[in-house]
C-alpha cells in the first residue's frame, strides 16, 4: 500500500475537494495522512477548540489520520521555515503521493499553500540538512479542487468516487460551525454533489472527483482505458 500525504490550508477543504477519494484510498488500505497548514480560525462561527473538534470528527469519518502545522490563518505566507515544516512532514510519513489545492485560487492561503507544498516536494529529498526523517522524493503531486474562484475544472484525470459519497457528504457536515450554522454555506454540499454526479458522468460512473497534474501519468496499455477493463 501506499503513503499519501493530503495538504490542506484550513480544516475542511481537503473534504471539500476530494473527501470521497480520501475515503476509498483509506478504505483500500493506503496509509493517508491530512495535514492542516492552519486551523482554520477566526470565523463568523467558529472557534478553535470547535474547529479542532470537528476535524477530528471528519477524519474519523474517513478513517485516516489529521495533523496540523497551526501557522496563522488568513495571512498564511510562503517562506523557507513553512516549506521546511511541510518537507519534515513528508519525510517523517514517507509520503510516496502529495495532493494539494490547484491553482489559480481567489484565496491567498490557499495559494501560498500549493506553492509551499511544491517546494516541500523538493526539499523533502535533500541530504545533510536539519530536517526530521529520511529523505524522499514523492513521486506524484497530484493537485485537487477546492477554489474560491467561480471557475469549472479542467482536470487531467477523474477518480471514482462510487460508493463514497454519503461518507464524504458526512465528513463535510461535521463541520457544523462552517457550513450548518452559517445559512449561506448550506448549499454548498449540495453543488459539491452535482459536481460528483457531473464528474461521474462524463466516465459512466455514478460519482467521480477531479484532479489536475503537471506530469504525465503512465499507462501499461489502452485496455485500462475501456468501460469492460473498468468493470
Known amino acids: 500500500m501506499t503513503n499519501i500525504l493530503i495538504v490542506g490550508p484550513h480544516p475542511d477543504d481537503q473534504e471539500l475537494g476530494m473527501g470521497g477519494t480520501i475515503a476509498k484510498l483509506a478504505e483500500q488500505g493506503h496509509d493517508v495522512l491530512l495535514l492542516d497548514m492552519t486551523n482554520g480560525e477566526p470565523t463568523p462561527h467558529g472557534d478553535p477548540q470547535t474547529r479542532a473538534k470537528e476535524a477530528a470528527e471528519a477524519a474519523e469519518i474517513l478513517g485516516i ?8 490563518n488568513r495571512v498564511l505566507q510562503y517562506s523557507i521555515d513553512a516549506r521546511h515544516l511541510v518537507a519534515g512532514v513528508i ?3 514517507q509520503a510516496e503521493i502529495v495532493f494539494t489545492p490547484c491553482l489559480p485560487d481567489a484565496h491567498p492561503d490557499h495559494t501560498a499553500t500549493t506553492r509551499i507544498v511544491e517546494d516541500a516536494r523538493f526539499d523533502a529529498k535533500l541530504t545533510k540538512t536539519d530536517l526530521p526523517g529520511e529523505p524522499i522524493y514523492p513521486r506524484w503531486l497530484f493537485y485537487y479542487y477546492c477554489t474560491h474562484l467561480r471557475t469549472i475544472p479542467q482536470p487531467s484525470f477523474l477518480l471514482d468516487i462510487t460508493g463514497y459519497e454519503d461518507r464524504k457528504r458526512q465528513a463535510i457536515l461535521a ?9 449561506k454555506n448550506r448549499r454548498i454540499v449540495e453543488w459539491l454533489d452535482a459536481a460528483g454526479t457531473y ?13 489536475f497534474t503537471k506530469e504525465p501519468l503512465g499507462l501499461t496499455g489502452l485496455n485500462v482505458l475501456t468501460p469492460a477493463a473498468a468493470r
Open 199 to 211: 464528474f461521474g458522468s462524463r466516465i459512466s460512473v455514478t460519482a467521480a472527483e477531479p484532479f
Open 91 to 93: 519525510r517523517e510519513h
Open 65 to 72: 489520520q489529521r495533523r496540523g502545522l497551526d501557522l496563522p
Open 175 to 183: 463541520y457544523d460551525s462552517q457550513f450548518v450554522q452559517p445559512a
